[in-house]
């Protein structure tokens, strides 16, 4: 699959010390988010809340990109099992 570049903001909103959470998925779903920290220079790393998961960073023009396929990717097995759930659901009448 390739990969699709999302801005989630520019490099100057991430703090130096502290973290800039990115929301993942809808907003009714309340999954973990993406926690951007900055270290030396420009440098951006972002991490699912709780460290469990690395996600590709690209940086470009001062905006910080992720990975549109690795943000809706499920982040764990619960995550994957309420997918599929909803996914397979009847619809709404």
């Known amino acids: 699959m390739m990969e699709q570049w999302k801005p989630v903001c520019r490099i100057k909103d991430v703090p130096r010390q502290g973290v800039r959470r990115v929301q993942r998925g809808l907003a009714w779903q309340e ?14 790393l972002a991490l699912l809340e709780g460290g469990a998961k690395r996600y590709a ?37």
């Open 57 to 93: 960073v690209k940086l470009e023009d001062g905006q910080v990109l992720l990975d549109l396929n690795e943000l809706r990717a499920p982040a764990s097995r619960a995550e994957a099992a309420l997918a599929g759930a909803l996914s397979l659901a009847p619809p709404a009448v």
């Open 31 to 44: 999954l973990p988010g993406v926690e951007l920290s900055r270290g030396e220079g420009d440098q951006v």
